[in-house]
């Protein structure tokens, strides 16, 4: 470890806006809680599972039915890293064969609306996101050429 510096997330780089616009906002170690929740929250499975949470309780089966692509054993990974993280409530009902459902917590709700934002800032600009990729490409497909002529 570095001299002065300290395993203590406190000692993490501050979020708050201080006037200047500094693009390391969190602190890139690994032991730093921010960088670890924001992983967490930004991992595409995670985001998928708080929002099909919205407002209902689901059943394992279900959601992995609703999400196609993650396998059985990255969405137990997933709903239990959001429960320890306390932003999902599992639920085992005492039945045979026992019924395990999933719901977001009042926590986990106060993530989704911020998740709901960053999906309609998504839709308002994708087309000049399209744009972009596209006037990129067109310089990398022209660049690419022009290095081998």
């Known amino acids: ?50 929002a099909l949470l919205e407002n209902r309780r689901l059943r394992f089966t279900e959601l992995r039915r609703e999400i196609d692509g993650v396998s059985q054993r990255m969405l137990t990974v997933t709903l239990r890293s959001l429960e320890r993280d306390g932003l999902v409530k599992r639920t085992v009902h005492p039945v045979v064969p026992p019924r395990v459902e999933y719901e977001l917590t009042s926590l986990g709700r106060t993530l989704h609306t911020t998740i709901q934002s960053l999906v309609t800032w998504t839709e308002e600009h994708q087309e000049e996101i399209a744009q972009a990729r596209t006037a990129y490409d067109t310089r990398a497909t022209e660049a690419a050429a022009a290095t081998t002529s």
Do not use: Y
């Open 1 to 50: 470890m570095e001299e002065g510096t300290s395993k203590s997330p406190s000692n993490c780089a501050s979020t708050v806006d201080h006037g200047d616009a500094d693009p390391f906002q969190w602190d890139t170690r690994e032991d730093c809680q921010v960088r670890q929740i924001l992983d967490r929250i930004a991992d595409k499975w995670s985001l998928l599972v708080i």
